[in-house]
């Protein structure tokens, strides 16, 4: 299975940039999609085929990458922006990050 | 619009069998495959494997063959999981999520959730 790593956690301010990283054990070219879930809620897609925006999600929201090390961008920061995000690539059977948790100070 | 709405939360005991349904509505539901994901409590998303729904032909990933089945009623939109002879570590969330294409497959539309609780 391709593992994908993502930092635990992170901190931020409203109005600040993040960066969430994910790599994956072995290259997967842009096979990598993101999605946030909020406490409770289902996963909710942001970002396909590693830079494509989904439909109806703000253009704060960015991903780049390929090969192994991929990043979502999101810029500016939200208060609503508070959740979990995940990366997950489909290069080969589907694995999924264990997800960076994002708070705002 | 799109939608996925799942059945809802389930308490079981060990060596029960539970079914939990995924009914889909606002698109044609045989021209997209349809997955299911776990997610134990407090834990990350784990892929369960995946159904044909046009032909009916499932797939399972390594971690869930043998007690998980995945099933249809094509007639109705619905598609099901069950899960027989429930252990403890069955207790978790399992969520369907739909396979779009652009390239790469990626789940565009997930269902709300189904919480399985595996307790004596």
């Known amino acids: 299975d391709t593992v994908l790593t993502q930092s635990p956690a992170l901190a931020v301010s409203p109005g600040e940039r993040v960066t969430i990283s994910c790599r994956a054990s072995e290259s997967v070219s842009t096979g990598m999609h993101w999605y946030q879930q909020k406490p409770g809620q289902q996963p909710k897609l942001l970002i396909y085929?590693?830079?494509n925006l989904e439909s109806g999600v703000p253009a704060r929201f960015s991903g780049s990458g390929s090969g192994t090390d991929f990043t979502l961008t999101i810029d500016p920061v939200e208060a609503d922006d508070t959740a979990t995000y995940f990366c997950?690539?489909?290069?080969?059977?589907?694995?999924f990050g264990g997800g960076t948790k994002l708070e705002l100070k | 619009q799109i939608q996925l709405v799942q059945s809802g939360p389930e308490l079981k005991k060990p060596g029960e069998s539970v079914k939990i349904s995924c009914k889909a509505s606002g698109y044609t539901f045989t021209d997209y495959a349809m997955h299911w994901v776990k997610q134990a409590p407090g834990k990350g998303l784990k892929w369960m494997g995946w159904?044909?729904?046009?032909?009916?032909?499932?797939t399972y990933a390594d971690d869930f063959k043998g007690r998980f089945v995945f099933s249809l009623e094509a007639s109705a939109s619905t598609a099901n999981l069950q899960i027989s002879n429930l252990k403890n570590e069955d207790t978790a969330t399992y969520f369907c999520?739909?396979?779009?294409?652009?390239?790469?497959?990626?789940?565009?539309?997930w269902g709300q959730g189904v919480m399985v609780t595996v307790s004596s």
């Open positions: 997950q690539q489909s290069w080969n059977d589907p694995t």
């Open positions: 159904i044909n729904t046009y032909t009916g032909k499932p």
């Open positions: 999520a739909r396979r779009e294409y652009y390239g790469y497959y990626y789940f565009d539309y």
């Open positions: 085929g590693a830079s």
